[in-house]
């Protein structure tokens, strides 16, 4: 749609193709209103968020977030646009967590930037832990987790959307959390996929019929 006014803006569209994006979208809203196919997300970002609601977790929640990658971005920006907006954003290259950190203080979040290099000395607390990291290794070991809870006995959720995990087994072990990963997710998502594909006989009638209408 952004391409198509863009073109009509510089005068390098028709009627054909008007009528051609407005069909589109129309039927698109159908597939998406008359359908079920939408119902359960398939991604692994949308998946984490949902779980995290179902949780109900409060909007002023804080959460500590490592690692500023496209998985943790897109997370973000899942969590802000629902009212989280307490984050602290540690990434191993400060200038990224930076970035995105500033793209929420400009609206309003209370968001702070770390280099990953200070994590261990972090005492802000924290109330949900996401971390996606390229790391080879565990970052969030039991010694670092220890540290990070600094003395609160609260139960945590950690939501770990690593591969490898991020998050050392002997954290999940030891400690009082919910543990979220990316194994879990999966099979959610092969589940849903599964739910989707039995709608594709319903949006497959509707496209048809918003061709047969094209056309006509």
Known sequence: RNAYERCKTAGLTGDFLRLLIKNTITTAKKVFTDTKIADNPVSVVSLAFRKLKNLKVHDDARILVIGAGETNSNLCKYLFKHGYKNMAIFNRTLSKAEKLADTYKQKGGNVSAHSLNELSEYRGGFDVLISCTSSA????????????????????????????????????????????????????????????QSELTAAEVIIESGLLEFSS
Not at 169 to 174: A, L
Request: glycine share 2%; proline share 2%; hydrophobic share 40%.
């Open 137 to 196: 290794e565990a970052v969030v070991t039991t010694e670092l987790y220890s540290k990070l809870l600094n003395a609160d006995a609260s139960k945590k959720i950690v939501i770990d959307l690593a591969i490898p995990a991020d998050v050392d087994s002997e954290v999940i072990e030891k400690n009082s959390l919910r543990y979220i990963g990316v194994n879990e997710l999966r099979e959610e998502a092969e589940k849903n996929l599964s739910i989707r």
